[in-house]
């Protein structure tokens, strides 16, 4: 059985749709520069950059993902939350500052100061690849959801379709207002998500017939030799993919990840970077890291209950045993879609509907806007005044727009390959996205640390640095294992793990050159 669409769920939609327009126009209202294109003028409010920040780091995968993980696990994933914390703390004292100090439009400028013009360029240009990967992945995750529920199967031309809409609806909503229609959007667009997910809770513990203790009590205690899915800490010496929440994990590769997410990361930084200075961009990227706790939780919740709902018939009262096989099409979906597939109430469907949408949206525009500032301020801009060619500053608002264009393409077609990706990895959703950010975080992050904490490193030694990440994180994915190694000696690795053993070769091969005394971390720029 497929989703079928009631009188109630077409009026959600209508009243989504109003909403995308009403938003849209109010917000789109053209900028007058560069400045207020890319950054907002300096002038957006802390709560506005610390949800936008919050709706950027969420996306589909944590709509599709987060109750599958629920669902399979426990609340592990909530603990890396800890490694966050750190990562924000150790942004907010050497990153954000160097921001502001120098004015920068991208995150990648502060590499000039440092080693010249051609390490911004290589640093945006491995951004733009990693983000490529990322932000496709998400953009999939949505296509194959909407593609679902819309078309009411998974064929290839109707997943494209759904990738189309998409891209096409995050591009229109964006081009023209520039970061402050896309904060502002984030905004409307995590309200409706969240209350997506609230509305999913509610119908879920009105379909259990038991009581609340009861269920509590099944959860910490699914069965002899199960351990309890109320977990939160998980100390197992675990380094393979099943591993990943571990608290070493948390302590070591999640630190990693949210030092590259939240402060070498244009798609998020540049949210900072609209604050009026950067005392008031480290508390928008506190304040979001506070707000990301529950509202994971809320989804992660959500698979727990969907844990009672098909896979205990004791509490349901159903006399039903054995675990539900999620299929659709005849293809293995996560256990979200199939409750949504056949059994959410009407109504409610058309809800999470718009909320996979608005997931999907906030992060496509925050990629589409992101990218394009980097591939201006970063490549475009640099090769013109190379040129010796002097435009007017409305000039590159221009040529963002058309950057965007090019971007949303790039991700369409992105999503369209991860499609094929995820399925021949056979990786868990929520894993699979954070797993792609790998690719390009590590190089950034060894070019960064040796930046930031030794005189050391030159051009040539950061662009090796760059390709040497990626690289490290590519020859540990299975299906490349598989082309250098015995099948017997290939032993899965995290992709937190993998992100630690990546950073430090990058690293190594950073600090291998000798650096310049005429340029230092701490010298004004040029």
Known sequence: MSAQYSGLDWLVFAAYGLLLLGSGWFFNRRSANSQDYFRGGNAMPVWAVAISVLATSQSAATFLGGPDQGYRGDLSYLATNLGAFVAAFFVATFLIPK????????????????????????????????RVFASGARLYMAAI????????????SHVIAATCILTVAGLLYTVYGGIKTVIYSDVIQCGVYVGAAVAVIYCLIAAIPSDIPSV???????GPGEASKLALFKFDWDFSPSGVFNIWSVFSGFVLLNIAAFGLDQDMTQRVLTCKN???GSKAMLYSIVMVIPIMLLFIVIGLLLYVYY????????????????????????????YVLNHIPSGVRALVTVGIVAAALSTLNSGLNSMASVLVQDIYAPWQQKQGKNHSDMHYVSAGRVAMGLVASALGAMACLCFYWQQYTDTPLLQFALGVMVFSYSGLLGVYFTAIFTKRGSPASVLAALICGFMTTLLFQPYVMTLYLPPEWIIPIGFTWQL?????????????????NQQLFQGQKA
């Open 145 to 156: 959801a909407v593609s679902m529920i819309l078309f009411a199967d998974i064929e290839a």
């Open 216 to 222: 509590l009590n099944v959860l910490a205690n699914p």
């Open 500 to 516: 630690c053993i990546a950073t430090l070769v990058a690293t190594l091969v950073c600090l291998s050159a000798k650096g310049s």
């Open 278 to 280: 950067a005392k008031k």
């Open 99 to 130: 921001f502001y100090q120098h004015n920068v439009y991208t995150v990648y400028e502060l590499l000039e100061v440092r080693f010249g013009a051609k390490a911004k360029k290589q640093a945006g240009l491995m951004y733009l690849c990693g």
């Open 311 to 338: 896979q205990r018939p004791d509490l349901m009262h159903s006399g039903v045993s054995g675990e539900v096989l999620p299929t659709f099409e005849g293809e293995p979906v996560t256990i979200f879609m199939y």
